[in-house]
């Protein structure tokens, strides 16, 4: 069984930066891909990056790309999101992802239903 512990959120002026981390215990971390979501209050979870297993291909929803950073240590069982630039409009709860590899390690994904596990959630608040 995966656990997954998120932490780093917190409140922040906009214009600001915070740092987003994951920590992964159990099972083989390495070949698992990851991803960060995020919820809104009254709006649906969706993603903001994910990361290949190997680590070497991302993705980033646009309303972010540019301003955050996703990468992940396999030595340390841990993801991270950099935030840059932050924006009112990225407040909400983010949450860690991951999932069994389910093809090549090169392999993300960007669904919610694409994943098995998912950490409890850091809140992440920006202000005006």
């Known amino acids: 069984q995966v656990q997954l512990v998120e932490s780093g959120g917190g409140l922040v002026q906009a214009g600001g930066s915070l740092r987003l981390s994951c920590a992964a215990s159990g099972p083989t971390f390495s070949p698992y891909p990851m991803g960060w979501f995020r919820q809104a209050p009254g709006k649906e979870r969706v993603i903001v990056a994910s990361?290949?297993?190997?680590?070497?291909?991302?993705y980033y929803a646009d309303s972010v790309r540019g301003r955050f950073t996703i990468g992940r240590l396999n030595a340390a069982n841990t993801v991270w999101l950099q935030m840059n630039t932050l924006k009112p409009e990225d407040t909400a709860v983010y949450y860690c992802a991951t999932t069994a590899p389910k093809g090549p390690i090169t392999t993300y994904y960007t669904r919610v239903g694409d994943y098995d596990y998912w950490g409890q959630g850091t809140r992440v608040t920006v202000s005006s």
């Open positions: 990361i290949s297993g190997s680590g070497r291909h991302t």
